[in-house]
């Protein structure tokens, strides 16, 4: 046998040592990057309408900065609490699957970060891609602290539409003259609705419409004959929204970052907590003319709302031969009027997954647990010898499922379940259905007080949930966009008036329904969902309208351990707060 001579040993050596480099680097690339992010929770004084205000930031940024990442990729945030309020961050459309830990609702996956105590945030995006959003919560924080998740396709991977000559960040949020968080807290406290947002904003700023604010309006210049990717969220607090451009079209390709089968529409409809991705072609050639950008609210409840619009003004970048743009004509948008429910329902009816080999739509097609939910107002009785500003100035206003109104237990739900310690905190008898049946949409109960309550439902692992969300009547019908935490789902129904269970499931679509993380239960009418429960952990669902889920418009689910090493819910962090 012949030795190995010195320089083939070291080129075998070599050419191992780089085939081990190339599978680290495939596998590296394969299992994402590690992402670090530090968000500092700090006062920021801003000033809007002539009215200066210190708001509650991450990183002094109104609106926050976007947390970009790739498909694949291990996200670490560390939050520091600089301000005297508790606070807690979610990541909005996130699954964390199997870091329950890091969703962020208070009291339900953690407790509060206190005052000068930080919290990591550590989770992976497994398979999703898209726009989405985080935001603080707990109370009414999320009216400032709040931003963008941008999450890019893996390497190499493309986009299943045009590739866009520029992307675009456009958040709708909103703007109080006073203090958020003494708005609500005096509203629990006498029983009345909420005082209303003096103005939306269009990326924090509120536009030339209102007062005092022709330079606080956001400038998107764009170039002629080009593709542009908007990426619009609805952060306001409490106002789903109308969004259009004037004399422009765009074409959606994503909801709630999911792909849908491409449409074109000159209006939109984003409520609190949807994002929405559209293309926008400019005009081939300069045309001489802006166009405003404009949002306003879609409100059909009774009580009183900020009617009012933002806009933000589309600029082409004109050749020098032109004028200067301080003359041109400035087009106006034409909005649905403020209670288009027809508009609406069409338009939340065009939405359709890909469903293709790539992007399949796994809707379940069989249901191992069904759930009738009515979702809406009620009343909690007044404290004796006390007078409240809520129905008929004797009652305060509540909100509830299933009649049930959520109230939050002193610790995290999630710290119970895992520690087998829920006695006392929770208990897990949430009606699957209503207690009492009535004509939901019709003339309600004589009663309408709700139940309190800290109730869940349990669902063991894997289990495939159909859920019906039927508004109710009770206080007038409204429209109620639903969050479910942990879990995407698919939009298989929706219809006015009361759910019919023996004719309404043969009209489900179970072919290429829209997956969402939010929803709108249509005003009078039900929405129907199913989902698999494939998420080990405590997942919040609530009304997105703020000021709903502080009346108690929310609720649980528990998702048990499965069988394999990826079903379990992992430990808990060692920092996770105390409360």
């Known amino acids: 046998m012949v030795a190995s001579s010195p320089c083939r040993f070291s080129s075998m050596a070599s050419a191992m040592l780089f085939s081990v480099l190339v599978v680290f680097i495939l596998l590296e690339n394969a299992a994402g990057e590690t992402r670090h992010y530090k968000f500092n929770i700090e006062y920021h004084n801003v000033t809007r309408l002539c009215h200066t205000r210190t708001l509650l930031t991450v990183n002094r940024k109104f609106p926050g900065r976007p947390l970009v990442a790739r498909e694949g990729d291990r996200v670490i945030v560390k939050v520091v609490n600089h301000i005297a309020n508790n606070v807690t961050l979610h990541w909005h459309g996130i699954r964390q699957l199997t870091t329950g830990w890091s969703d962020g609702p208070s009291y339900i996956t953690q407790c509060p970060i206190q005052t000068n105590q ?8 497994t398979g999703q891609r ?3 959003w985080w935001h603080a919560h707990i ?4 009216v400032s602290i709040y931003g963008p998740i941008i999450i890019l396709p893996k390497r190499n991977e493309s986009y299943p539409f045009v590739k866009p000559h520029k992307e675009v960040i456009i958040m709708l949020g909103e703007w109080f003259n006073s203090d958020p968080e003494a708005i609500i807290s005096q509203a629990l406290q006498t029983g009345g609705g909420p005082n209303v947002s003096d103005a939306y904003t269009i990326n924090g700023l509120p536009g030339l419409l209102y007062n ?5 309006t956001y400038k998107l210049k764009v170039k002629p004959g ?5 990426r619009l969220i609805n952060a306001a607090l409490n106002d789903e929204l109308f969004f259009s451009i004037a004399n422009h ?3 959606v390709v994503e909801g709630d970052a999911i792909y849908t089968k491409p449409f074109e529409t000159d209006k939109l409809l984003i409520s609190p907590g949807q994002t929405t991705n559209v293309l926008l072609k400019t005009k081939p050639e300069y045309p001489n003319a802006s166009f405003l950008m404009a949002a306003s609210p879609y409100f059909t409840g009774q009580g009183t709302f900020d009617n009012s619009t933002t806009v933000g003004i589309l600029e082409y970048e004109h050749p020098s031969n032109h004028k200067s743009s301080k003359t041109l004509t400035l087009m106006q948008p034409t909005l649905p009027s403020i209670n288009a429910t027809g508009f609406v329902a069409n338009y939340t009816g065009r939405f359709r997954s890909l469903a293709n080999a790539k992007f399949p739509a796994n809707v379940p097609k069989t249901v191992d647990k069904k759930f009738f939910f009515t979702v809406g107002l009620g009343t909690s009785p007044c404290p004796k010898n006390t007078t409240c500003q809520g129905p008929n100035n004797s009652s305060k206003f509540a909100a509830s499922v299933n009649n049930v109104s959520f109230s939050f237990p002193t610790v995290a739900i999630l710290q119970a379940h895992y520690f087998g310690q829920s006695n006392g905190v929770y208990t897990t008898d949430f009606p699957t259905q209503p207690l009492i049946p009535f004509n939901y949409t019709g003339t309600g109960p004589n009663n309408t007080n709700v139940i309190n309550g800290t109730r869940v439902v349990v669902l063991p692992f894997n289990t495939s949930v159909e859920l019906v969300l039927q508004d109710t009547g009770i206080l007038g019908a409204e429209s109620h966009p639903l969050h479910l935490h942990g879990h995407n789902f698919f939009i298989v129904g929706q219809g006015f008036g009361n759910f019919d269970p023996s004719k309404d499931p043969a009209k489900f679509n179970l072919v290429d329904p829209m997956e969402r993380n939010t929803a709108g239960v249509p005003s009078g009418g039900w929405i129907a969902l199913r989902f698999l429960a494939d998420n080990p952990g ?5 009304c997105h309208l703020d000021v709903h889920t502080s009346w108690g418009l929310r609720m649980a689910w528990i998702v048990l351990d499965g069988a394999g090493p990826n079903q379990k819910l992992q430990p808990p ?3 996770l707060p105390k409360c």
């Open 118 to 125: 930080s919290y990591i945030y550590n989770f992976t995006i």
């Open 130 to 132: 898209g726009t989405l």
């Open 139 to 142: 109370s009414w924080l999320r």
């Open 212 to 216: 005092c604010s022709s330079k606080d």
């Open 226 to 230: 080009k593709t542009y990717l908007l």
């Open 249 to 251: 079209t765009v074409t």
């Open 538 to 542: 405590a997942w919040f669902m609530h």
């Open 573 to 575: 962090p060692s920092d």
